[in-house]
DNA sequence: GCGGATCAC
DNA sequence: GATGGTGATCCGC
């Protein structure tokens, strides 16, 4: 069998860079005339060595031992056993293939090379230089001219130096690219006002409707559209249509830039066109899947997965295997998604690599406020707080809680983020990155303002999402405010809002190019977590570990919760506010006058990190007002493919016989492999 | 619910 | 000298 079809020898050798996998393996458009091995070289002699370098060969081997593992489960597999998964795949390929939908048209948008393109546009002196859009650490959109150099997206800029020596350097203007794709979005809404943008520079449209009101062909609307984008930009793009979004997305990749490909709604051209097309341009088959499914089944094209079916159900979920059949029989996404809500919302920040335990809280402390600018702009708040951590050596960690209640403040994510930040320590990190889901619209709230906590308690506790009781529980952030319980949102209520239409789900890929982020001088008392601001503190501060749990109130402490105590909680929440940063002190000998924090005077350590908390907050507050940070944090998007240098060009009609031929372009693929 | 991983852009 | 940021999802526990 095709098992162990990977490249036998790919462990190193005399050529080592051959068996470095960078991220960037799928062959993009505009990268044909390059020499590979070279470019290999290059990037393989300037990452070596380096703690990247070392990362990736680390998560290299966990992928190999995955292969070694599903390689094993694959020979333990008896003839009764394949015989029963094939028979299991049989069944699973008829219901797909049951639901087959060729009655709709959908086209595949994509800029070429967008950011480099609108830079162009805009600066026309760098017409026909290579351009990379991005920063020595990272590019995010190579110019034609530079991808025949080998230098592209996802690259670092010093490698693309290295590759084309003449290389210019633009930053990223964000602004600029989210001007030029609006532009683009007005077309889009002339063809499919439900149209789906999945980045700033790609999206998707049914014309299903525009051929069959105008009596025209998706190749025609194909054409029209690519003129009109140009008509109205003065960018190109190129375009793929086909039965599904699936395979859409394959064929805008084939003749680009600045063409088109259209696959007819027919099953034979569907399944011959999938016959030959490697598994890698399939979206959501990365470097990965690509390498486990041809090293294990020796599959690398999308029918083979067919021919391994039995093999696809032994050894992967169900859901994988439903994927892998989907892919083979060229099925996926004909019917428009419903619009999805945001699922969680993040921010994180690369910086020199430190183990300086103030300088990283004081980092914490800025990701803090600019998660919550950025939840407070979407009115959201959130109950599960996940801390990122990458470490110098390049090792990812996330750490996560889940509070009770639902947050948002700079104050209640510092606290929570600074307590599992404090769990990790002592490490050294090049980032960090905080992100909250689990999110709810603040405008969901269907009760008026304050002091509505038991008002909702009671009327939310028969409905369905309130299934534990245990999680109805109001708790205090810093400011004495309510914070909303879980039993807030109906189900009902979830699923309100958006039925919008203008499909601006920006997912754009942004990066910061610039990573001077504003230290103000450093004192380590925001290093000093506290949970004064939860709803009863003192037993987890009691316990006083640094674990996660703690963070979250435990168990014991909720589940004994009846009425009263939230009646307790309520009451005691409405004295407990008031704020007077720098003149904390005990009352009675125990409670905070600022937040009313309540800790007995055997607790001398954790008063001391509480008084040290609430002098941080002051001083943070202090440095927020008088400072305005020179965080170029701007924001850049990602690539497209290639560019045309010359955007005025005209555009050339499809039916002109512009395209290359299919066996062409997978031949072409093959060798970009 | 958490944490690691993968993927897209 | 130097390898990004945002969001989603899946899987195993």
Same mark, same amino acid.
């Given at each position: 069998?095709?098992?162990?079809?990977?490249?036998?020898?790919?462990?190193?050798?005399?050529?080592?860079?051959?068996?470095?996998?960078?991220?960037?393996?799928?062959?993009?458009?505009?990268?044909?005339?390059?020499?590979?091995?070279?470019?290999?070289?290059?990037?393989?002699?300037?990452?070596?060595?380096?703690?990247?370098?070392?990362?990736?060969?680390?998560?290299?081997?966990?992928?190999?031992?995955?292969?070694?593992?599903?390689?094993?489960?694959?020979?333990?597999?008896?003839?009764?056993?394949?015989?029963?998964?094939?028979?299991?795949?049989?069944?699973?390929?008829?219901?797909?293939?049951?639901?087959?939908?060729?009655?709709?048209?959908?086209?595949?948008?994509?800029?070429?090379?967008?950011?480099?393109?609108?830079?162009?546009?805009?600066?026309?002196?760098?017409?026909?230089?290579?351009?990379?859009?991005?920063?020595?650490?990272?590019?995010?959109?190579?110019?034609?001219?530079?991808?025949?150099?080998?230098?592209?997206?996802?690259?670092?800029?010093?490698?693309?130096?290295?590759?084309?020596?003449?290389?210019?350097?633009?930053?990223?203007?964000?602004?600029?690219?989210?001007?030029? !794709?609006?532009?683009?979005?007005?077309?889009?809404?002339?063809?499919?006002?439900?149209?789906?943008?999945?980045?700033?520079?790609?999206?998707?449209?049914?014309?299903?409707?525009?051929?069959?009101?105008?009596?025209?062909?998706?190749?025609? @609307?194909?054409?029209? &559209?690519?003129?009109?984008?140009?008509?109205?930009?003065? &960018?190109?793009?190129?375009?793929? @249509?086909?039965?599904?979004?699936?395979?859409?997305?394959?064929?805008?990749?084939?003749?680009?830039p600045n063409g088109q490909f259209i696959l007819?709604?027919?099953?034979e051209a569907v399944l011959t066109f999938v016959?030959?097309?490697?598994?890698?341009?399939?979206?959501?088959?990365?470097?990965?899947?690509?390498?486990?499914?041809?090293?294990?089944?020796?599959?690398?094209?999308?029918?083979?997965?067919?021919?391994?079916?039995?093999?696809?159900?032994?050894?992967?979920?169900?859901?994988?295997?439903?994927?892998? &059949?989907?892919?083979?029989?060229?099925?996926?996404?004909?019917?428009?998604?419903?619009?999805?809500?945001?699922?969680?919302?993040?921010?994180?920040?690369?910086?020199?690599?430190?183990?300086?335990?103030?300088?990283?809280?004081?980092?914490?402390?800025?990701?803090?406020?600019?998660?919550?600018?950025?939840?407070?702009?979407?009115?959201?708040?959130?109950?599960?707080?996940?801390?990122?951590?990458?470490?110098?050596?390049?090792?990812?960690?996330?750490?996560?809680?889940?509070?009770?209640?639902?947050?948002?403040?700079?104050?209640?994510?510092?606290?929570?983020?600074?307590?599992?930040?404090?769990?990790?320590?002592?490490?050294?990190?090049?980032?960090?990155?905080?992100?909250?889901?689990?999110?709810?619209?603040?405008?969901?709230?269907?009760?008026?303002?304050?002091?509505?906590?038991?008002?909702?308690?009671?009327?939310? $506790?028969?409905?369905?999402?309130?299934?534990?009781?245990?999680?109805?529980?109001?708790?205090?952030?810093?400011?004495?405010?309510?914070?909303?319980?879980?039993?807030?949102?109906?189900?009902?209520?979830?699923?309100?809002?958006?039925?919008?239409? $203008?499909? $601006?789900?920006?997912?754009?890929?942004?990066? @910061?190019?610039?990573?001077?982020?504003?230290?103000?001088?450093?004192?380590?008392?925001?290093?000093?977590?506290?949970?004064?601001?939860? $709803?009863?503190?003192?037993?987890?501060?009691?316990?006083?570990?640094?674990?996660?749990?703690?963070?979250?109130?435990?168990?014991?402490?909720?589940?004994?919760?009846?009425?009263?105590?939230?009646?307790?909680?309520?009451?005691?929440?409405?004295?407990?506010?008031?704020?007077?940063?720098?003149?904390?002190?005990?009352?009675?000998?125990?409670?905070?006058?600022?937040?009313?924090?309540?800790?007995?005077?055997?607790?001398?350590?954790?008063?001391?990190?509480?008084?040290?908390?609430?002098?941080?907050?002051?001083?943070?507050?202090?440095?927020? @007002?008088?400072?305005?940070?020179?965080?170029?944090?701007?924001?850049?998007?990602?690539? !497209?493919?290639?560019?045309?240098?010359?955007?005025?060009?005209?555009?050339?009609?499809?039916?002109?016989?512009?395209?290359?031929?299919?066996?062409?372009?997978?031949?072409?693929?093959?060798?970009?492999?």
């Amino acid at each position: 069998m095709s098992a162990a079809a990977g490249t036998p020898a790919e462990g190193g050798g005399d050529r080592p860079w051959q068996s470095y996998h960078t991220a960037y393996t799928n062959a993009k458009a505009g990268m044909e005339g390059v020499d590979k091995e070279k470019v290999q070289k290059v990037i393989y002699e300037m990452s070596k060595g380096s703690k990247y370098f070392e990362n990736e060969q680390r998560k290299e081997a966990l992928t190999k031992q995955k292969i070694e593992y599903l390689r094993a489960q694959c020979a333990t597999l008896t003839d009764n056993d394949i015989s029963h998964f094939q028979k299991v795949a049989e069944k699973k390929m008829l219901e797909l293939e049951a639901s087959r939908d060729l009655s709709k048209i959908w086209l595949h948008t994509d800029m070429d090379a967008f950011y480099a393109a609108v830079e162009t546009l805009e600066d026309p002196s760098l017409k026909g230089k290579p351009l990379a859009v991005g920063s020595m650490s990272m590019i995010a959109t190579a110019s034609y001219e530079a991808r025949k150099f080998g230098v592209r997206a996802a690259m670092p800029g010093f490698i693309g130096c290295k590759l084309c020596p003449g290389l210019v350097f633009v930053r990223p203007n964000f602004e600029r690219y989210t001007h030029y !794709s609006e532009l683009t979005r007005k077309v889009f809404q002339r063809y499919d006002p439900n149209f789906i943008a999945t980045s700033l520079d790609e999206a998707y449209l049914n014309i299903t409707n525009v051929c069959i009101e105008r009596g025209i062909t998706g190749e025609e @609307v194909a054409t029209e &559209l690519r003129a009109a984008i140009h008509q109205e930009t003065g &960018l190109t793009c190129s375009a793929g @249509v086909a039965p599904n979004r699936m395979i859409a997305k394959v064929c805008s990749d084939i003749n680009k830039p600045n063409g088109q490909f259209i696959l007819p709604n027919d099953r034979e051209a569907v399944l011959t066109f999938v016959s030959t097309l490697p598994i890698r341009k399939i979206g959501g088959i990365g470097k990965v899947t690509e390498q486990m499914l041809r090293q294990v089944l020796g599959i690398s094209t999308c029918q083979e997965m067919l021919q391994k079916a039995a093999f696809l159900c032994a050894l992967f979920s169900e859901g994988s295997a439903d994927f892998f &059949l989907s892919v083979g029989l060229g099925l996926g996404g004909t019917e428009t998604p419903e619009q999805r809500q945001r699922k969680s919302i993040s921010c994180e920040r690369t910086f020199t690599a430190t183990s300086d335990s103030s300088l990283l809280f004081d980092k914490l402390a800025n990701l803090a406020e600019n998660l919550t600018d950025d939840l407070q702009k979407e009115g959201l708040k959130g109950k599960t707080l996940t801390l990122k951590l990458k470490t110098a050596d390049f090792e990812v960690r996330t750490r996560a809680v889940t509070t009770r209640g639902y947050i948002n403040s700079k104050e209640d994510i510092l606290i929570y983020a600074t307590k599992l930040l404090k769990a990790e320590m002592p490490l050294s990190l090049r980032l960090m990155g905080l992100r909250m889901s689990q999110l709810h619209d603040e405008k969901d709230d269907s009760s008026t303002s304050t002091q509505k906590t038991l008002d909702i308690f009671f009327r939310s $506790s028969g409905n369905d999402l309130n299934v534990n009781g245990a999680n109805v529980q109001s708790s205090t952030n810093t400011s004495g405010q309510d914070i909303s319980p879980i039993s807030v949102t109906t189900k009902d209520e979830y699923l309100v809002h958006d039925a919008g239409t $203008s499909a $601006s789900t920006d997912q754009q890929d942004f990066f @910061v190019h610039d990573e001077s982020i504003f230290i103000p001088e450093q004192r380590n008392l925001v290093s000093y977590s506290n949970e004064a601001v939860l $709803s009863n503190p003192v037993i987890d501060d009691a316990l006083g570990e640094a674990k996660l749990d703690d963070v979250t109130p435990s168990a014991k402490v909720m589940n004994a919760e009846k009425f009263d105590d939230v009646c307790q909680l309520t009451s005691h929440e409405a004295t407990a506010s008031s704020s007077k940063p720098g003149q904390q002190l005990w009352i009675d000998d125990y409670v905070c006058s600022i937040c009313g924090f309540e800790l007995p005077p055997g607790f001398e350590e954790e008063r001391q990190e509480h008084s040290d908390f609430h002098l941080a907050e002051s001083l943070q507050h202090e440095e927020t @007002v008088d400072s305005k940070r020179p965080i170029s944090n701007e924001r850049l998007a990602e690539r !497209s493919c290639s560019t045309t240098p010359t955007p005025k060009k005209k555009l050339k009609s499809s039916k002109e016989g512009k395209h290359i031929p299919i066996d062409a372009f997978f031949a072409k693929c093959n060798k970009n492999l």
